[in-house]
């Protein structure tokens, strides 16, 4: 029989036949169904309904939403990292739980999470001082599909329709230090340099990130190779244990991906900078403290970040923007992309040149002055 596509052929008859595993036995074999039609149209659709009605197997159940949300997290907190399992069941728990108070599996529809999209984009701040942003609406809806999906697979619920009303993400410009902000800002650090302040650099001129600069050791700085080991991040977040002392905690974790875990090789500016303190700590000692038993977390790190601009008089960005002025500083020396990405420890090129690299007026300047040789 020829085949069109998938479970679904053409007999000698001239009839479509599609075929599907409607059970499977206790020996791990299923059992099949077959459906007809006079086209391959007819019968998709056919097959269509049938995967969507429930099978004996999969008699509705009285689960509610609530219930399914923390059966769901148990699931998942196996292998998760920390961290990304407090941001689950902070969403889970903050946002989808109660906006189904007592609400059956089987009555979660499209129309449902639609309204939950609606209510969260104009009123869905924890605050009450108004709606979501259209990026946390949609890490919201994120952890709602893969609830639903779950339940699906368990046969909670089937056939829902994923195709929802989602707001559109503007992706805010984070701003970078000029050349002279820069130069500015470094005379400040190098003025009284110390541990704490040789972060900055760091970030500054190896674009590392702020919790893994926090979680950073002299042991990670190999001067033979004169690179940095980025192996971990340090981060505070919520403690998940209700009988918890605080409502959060500090977690030295591994970083945010597997690219981002990576070798950046080091500026000799930056390795003699280094050197001066190499045996004045301990291989174990934190980088920003000089000591192994203290360490500073990311928050506390900003905070002392923006007394620093304060002093060297610059304008007052995120710690996060060192991170993109090193980038957009790279592509301004001919860095190549695919350098860069690893350096910075992104999966894709395209997504370091669409996100973190800001063209600035001069160098746009200088790219028209290299066309204008052709006329």
Known sequence: MPRRGGNIYKRKDGRWEARYAKSGSPNGKYEYQSVYGVSYTQVKEKLEALKRAPTPQQKPHKITVEELCKEWLEVVQVGLKKSSYARYHNVTMNHIIPSFPKTPVTSLTNTLVNALIKEKSISGRLDGMGGLSAKTVHDIVSILKQIIQYAEQKHYLSGFDYKLRLPKQRIAEIPVLTPTEQERLVRYIQQDLNSEKLGILLSLYAGVRLGELCALQWQDINFETGSLMITKTLQRIKDTDNNAPSKT??????????????????????????????????????????????????????????GYLVNAKVEEINFHALRHTFATRAIEQHVDGKSLSEILGHASVEFTLKRYVHSSKELQRVSMEKLAVCY
């Open 249 to 306: 905690k500090i977690v030295i974790d591994s970083p945010k991906s597997l690219m981002s875990v990576r070798t950046i090789p080091l500026s000799t500016f930056l390795l003699k900078t280094l050197k001066q303190y190499e045996k004045l700590y301990r291989p174990t000692a934190y980088v920003l403290t000089g000591k192994a038993s203290r360490f500073i977390e990311p928050r506390l790190y900003e905070k002392k970040f923006k």
